[in-house]
């Protein structure tokens, strides 16, 4: 069981919005804005598409967008297009002996 | 460019240990400000964080594993190793190297999990 909990798809069309959510505790999501997310096509490594809750590192579409409420984490992509199908993975700091905790990863299908 | 590259033997016996090498090129893996992992996937599954070296030298494991691995660097070579020893089959996965970026909390450098640039991945199968 993964210590931050995501939905385990989430489905949408092209050109439409969806939000994957992820959800911790006080001991990271709640209180600390270091939660990163990661895009991961079959067979490929994972890619960094938003860290510190908010930020898109450098060359990420501005379609990918994050934020955060409470102990709940959401990553939102608008303008689907086909080649968002992927899975989706967010991880936190955690002031836990664990250090570094994931979520259990969102596959999201473009219908 | 910064890119990192694991290396290591693809089938691993249970009960012995498992080393990889991930190579970094691009950039000095001890001058920079960064961190340095292991992370691995298990078919199907989810990302699991395994331990991490800062450019300082410091480690840092993940507890569920900490009796079992060890993470040493060769500046020389530009490279950091893991070994995990007495493997089982739940230890079968894809493991990857990354580099991740530091995290101030109190004015005290922490491990983030933001891990901006990752090697390929090596599939690494324990069977006997």
């Known amino acids: 069981q993964s210590a931050l909990t995501q939905p385990a798809s989430v489905s949408g069309s092209p050109g439409q919005s969806i939000t994957i959510s992820c959800t911790g505790t006080s001991s990271d999501v709640g209180n600390y804005n270091f939660v990163s997310w990661f895009q991961q096509h079959p067979g490929k490594a994972p890619k960094l598409i938003i860290f510190?809750?908010?930020n898109r590192p450098s060359g990420v579409s501005n379609r990918f967008s994050g934020s955060k409420s409470g102990n709940t984490a959401s990553l939102t992509i608008s303008g689907l297009q086909a080649e968002d199908e992927a899975d989706y993975f967010c991880s936190s700091y955690t002031s836990s002996v664990t250090l570094g905790v994931f979520g259990g990863g969102t596959k999201l299908t473009v219908l | 460019q910064l890119q990192l590259q694991e290396s290591g033997p693809g089938l691993v016996k249970p009960s012995e240990t498992l080393s990889l090498t991930c190579t970094v090129s691009g950039g000095s893996i001890s001058s920079s400000r960064y961190f340095w992992g292991w992370i691995r996937q298990p078919p199907g599954k989810g990302l699991e964080w395994i331990e991490s070296?800062?450019?300082?030298?410091?480690?840092y494991y993940n507890p569920s594993l900490k009796s079992r691995v060890t993470i040493s660097v060769d500046t020389s070579k530009n490279q950091f190793s893991l070994k995990l020893s007495s493997v089982t089959a739940a230890d079968t996965a894809v493991y990857y190297c990354?580099?991740?970026?530091?995290?101030?909390?109190?004015?005290?450098?922490?491990?983030?999990?933001?891990?901006?640039?990752w090697g390929q991945g090596t599939m690494v199968t324990v069977s006997s």
């Open positions: 990354a580099r991740h970026l530091p995290i101030t909390i109190f004015g005290v450098v922490r491990m983030g999990t933001a891990f901006d640039i």
């Open positions: 510190d809750v908010s």
């Open positions: 070296v800062y450019y300082t030298a410091t480690t």
